[in-house]
């Protein structure tokens, strides 16, 4: 499951319901990690039965607005996005990953075009690396990797 997609599920229905502009941004942002139908359709068949029914109607859509400034948060970070998954990748080595973290890390990593640097960090202790304080767009894929509790 890509866990970035989950999240901008979550800030498109975060006010409970979705605009015509967050349907958009949904379609763009499955463009740009390269999610078939397929694969969205698993995420957003999850998301729906899990989260959409305990959400009530009551807002116009304007989680398309948060949806719009995270998207845009992930893309500025570019060329400092591998020294964050690498740093994040041996924060899980260290605190202990699960097998299910690694993949959800490792998959979230391919999807942004960093899926080495993420495994270095985790399978090379031998590399060197800085550990760093991720910014708070990666904080969905430290959930996934237990490096930050649910409720932070």
């Known amino acids: 499951m890509s866990i970035l997609f989950q999240h901008a599920l979550d800030l498109a229905w975060s006010d409970g319901r979705l605009s015509k502009r967050g349907a958009i941004l949904l379609e763009n942002f499955q463009e740009i990690l390269e999610l078939s139908d397929s694969q969205r359709s698993v995420v957003e068949e999850k998301h729906h039965l899990q989260v959409i029914p305990h959400l009530i109607p009551r807002g116009h859509g ?83 990797l237990g490096l930050l509790l649910e409720e932070e």
Do not use: H, N
């Open 62 to 144: 304007s989680g398309a607005s948060t949806l719009d400034q995270w998207m845009t948060s992930l893309m500025d970070l570019d060329d400092e996005l591998p020294r964050y998954l690498i740093s994040m990748g041996r924060q899980s080595l260290e605190t202990g990953i699960s097998k299910q973290a690694w993949i959800e890390g490792f998959t979230a990593a391919e999807r942004m075009k960093c899926e080495f640097e993420f495994a270095r960090g985790v399978w090379e202790p031998e590399f060197e690396v800085e550990i760093l304080v991720w910014p708070e767009v990666l904080d969905p894929v430290a959930k996934s």
